[in-house]
C-alpha cells in the first residue's frame, strides 16, 4: 500500500488548510484512515482517523477545529483544518492504524503544516 499525501503549508492563526490522502496499491478498503503528527521534541500524536463506515475519531487538540472526511468507498480522505493555531506546526502524516495509536499501519511521507504569523 502506498499512501500520497497532499496540501499543507502555511497558514496564519485562525486560518484554513486542507490535507488529502489516497492510498493506491490495494484492491480492497482501507479499514481506517487518517491522520497523525509530530511537532519537533515531541511525541507523535493521533489528529484524526475515519473508518470505512464513516466513524470518526479525534485527538483533544484538534476536536471541533478539525474534519475528517473520506470520499465514499475509496481510499481517499481529507482533513479540513480550521481556526488553526502555531501549536498545530508539525508535520503530519497519512496513517492507517487501525488502533489509532499512531504506531502502526501504513504511512505516508509527511507534509508539514506551519502556522505562524
Known amino acids: 500500500v502506498l499512501l500520497v499525501e497532499s496540501g499543507g503549508g502555511l497558514a496564519e492563526p485562525g486560518g484554513s488548510l486542507r490535507l488529502s490522502c489516497a492510498a493506491s496499491g490495494i484492491a480492497g478498503s482501507i479499514f481506517a484512515m487518517g491522520w497523525c503528527r509530530q511537532a519537533p521534541g515531541k511525541r507523535r500524536e493521533l489528529v484524526a482517523m475515519i473508518t470505512e463506515s464513516g466513524a470518526t475519531k479525534y485527538g483533544a487538540p484538534v476536536e471541533g477545529r478539525f474534519t475528517i472526511s473520506r470520499l465514499g468507498s475509496k481510499n481517499m480522505v481529507s482533513l479540513q483544518m480550521n481556526a488553526l493555531k502555531p501549536e498545530d506546526t508539525a508535520v503530519y502524516y497519512c496513517?492507517?492504524?487501525?488502533?489509532?495509536?499512531?504506531?502502526?499501519?501504513?504511512w505516508g511521507q509527511g507534509t508539514q503544516v506551519t502556522v505562524s504569523s
Open positions: 496513517n492507517t492504524d487501525e488502533s489509532y495509536a499512531c504506531q502502526g499501519g501504513t
